[in-house]
């Protein structure tokens, strides 16, 4: 069972559910430690001062603000305690509403909210109409000495808690590079749609490795064997396509090749039937007309 972060309770109107936050990821990524080439020695850092270039020990440490001109606002430990929101032990819920209204880069990093074995019904309660609903608790609480804004949804009878960023931490688009740009025309605009169509399918996460980190780890191990590894050849990449047009084409070929689908080659095949009873009528009339001279010059 994961370790719980915060214990405490949701809270909306008068109702209350204990709860457990545990971490909903964990972070696969391959670390890393610096060695010394030679020895293999751990690498360590250490705190010095720019000024004498001494070593700094952790008591003499204090917390700087650099402003514009290059100053520092020096802060002690006692003006931030005074600023610390009060400990609480309740998630506030202020709103509920639709997942559809939050952007997704508002999400912030996911837990899980564990129900107390003496809260299961409010806490099935609570997931159940909000599922039923289509709705999502936006609430504050204090983790880790710090007020988060959170958002609460359920996911297959539990509920996933989602620290979110503030308005001011999401940066806004630069629209004039967007607005500049030309439209695209019909013939591109059907293009494009029927390579989505080839591409389309259900989100399935077992589909998706990181293959990259299993090839380092794989690399690990054959190093750590005593396999002398030698670096390939790099591949030549392949010649960037600047034709619209001859890109989505090329695309809707790669994809059918790759699904087995034939919906490309069926359509120019329609196509090119389309075009042949004009052609066929073409070279009958021809036929016709040279028959009608032989006739008239018999004649």
């Not at 440490?61 to 006692?78: A, M, P, S």
Request: aromatic share 6%.
């Amino acid at each position: 069972m994961p370790t719980a972060i915060w214990t405490g309770s949701i809270s909306f109107g008068l109702v209350t559910v204990p709860v457990r936050l545990v971490s909903a990821t964990r972070s696969q990524d391959v670390r890393f430690n610096q060695l010394e080439a030679d020895t293999g020695a751990r690498i360590r850092y250490r705190r010095v001062s720019e000024q004498s270039g001494e070593e700094v020990p952790n008591d003499r440490i204090v917390k700087g603000y650099e402003l514009e001109n290059g100053h520092y606002v020096v802060i002690d430990n006692d003006d931030l305690a005074a600023l610390k929101p009060k400990a609480s032990r309740q998630i506030e819920i202020e709103d509920f509403v639709d997942l559809s209204e939050i952007d997704p880069v508002y999400f912030e990093h996911p837990y899980f909210l564990i129900p107390d074995k003496d809260a299961a019904k409010a806490y099935r309660l609570l997931a159940r109409v909000m599922e039923d609903e289509g709705k999502v608790a936006v609430g504050r609480f204090v983790l880790r000495s710090k007020e988060a804004l959170v958002a609460i949804r359920p996911i297959d009878g539990m509920l996933c808690l989602e620290t979110m960023r503030y308005a001011d931490e999401v940066l806004a688009p630069d629209r004039e590079q967007v607005d500049s740009l030309s439209e695209p025309n019909e013939r591109e605009l059907d293009m494009a749609r029927q390579l989505v169509n080839t591409l389309a399918g259900t989100f399935d996460p077992e589909k998706y490795r990181d293959e990259y980190r299993d090839e380092v780890l794989a690399l690990i191990e054959r190093k750590a064997a005593g396999e002398e590894i030698i670096a390939p050849a790099t591949p030549e990449e392949p010649a960037k396509v600047l034709d619209l047009m001859a890109a989505l084409e090329a695309s809707l070929a790669r994809s059918g090749a790759k699904r087995g689908d034939e919906t490309p080659r069926v359509k120019s095949t329609r196509a090119a039937a389309k075009k042949s009873p004009a052609k066929r009528s073409t070279g009958a009339a021809k036929k016709s007309t040279g028959a009608a001279k032989r006739t008239r010059k018999s004649a």
